[in-house]
């Protein structure tokens, strides 16, 4: 077992009646796999409540990132209905695709995989109003299922740590 440890950022705020609140990031580190096999590292969102991992226009496209198309459309296999959300990340068209990603402890230097990444590709880049979610790399809940991979987190006074567990 390779444990990969996943960064967690707090920031805090005051609303404007005075409470003070703290909101949690989790993040992990990755390399995406470029045409030609050249690996490129990049710090990921960790987002337990997406269902699908989300891969920006400027990064894959910029990056010329190894990917295959799976579809535009996602149909539930037992009600057969439509999912048109499926097609659409923060408004914006996707396809959806794989790509083969490794996960890395900068400190221990050690790199798992290679790891089957599902994602929304987006197909377009952000308008410059919206050019902060240019940067938002997300790994969803699905990669861990995808690869089975564990995952391990407590809370400890205040803060947290965590831990993915690579088979």
């Known amino acids: 077992m390779h444990p990969i440890p996943l960064l967690f950022h707090a920031l805090d705020y005051t609303t404007d009646a005075g409470t003070t609140l703290r ?21 990921c969102l960790f987002d337990s409540g997406s269902p699908f991992s989300v891969i920006p226009y400027s990064l894959w496209h910029a990056q010329k990132l190894e990917w295959t198309p799976l579809g ?38 050690i790199r798992t995989g290679p790891h ?19 940067t938002m790399r997300i790994v969803g809940l699905n990669f861990l299922a995808e690869n089975g991979i564990g995952l391990r987190w407590v809370s400890t006074s205040g803060g947290l740590t965590g831990l993915l567990v690579v088979p």
């Open 116 to 134: 089957r990444l599902l994602a929304k590709f987006v197909q377009k880049r952000f308008p410059r109003r919206l050019s902060k979610l240019e």
């Open 72 to 109: 535009t459309q996602l149909t539930e296999t037992v009600s057969g209905l439509s999912d048109r959300d499926a097609s659409l990340w923060m408004g914006m068209p996707c396809t959806l695709g794989e790509t083969t990603v490794f996960l890395v402890d900068v400190a221990a230097r």
């Open 23 to 43: 909101a949690w990031r989790v993040r992990v580190e990755v390399e995406f796999v470029r045409q030609g096999g050249l690996h490129v590292p990049h710090r």
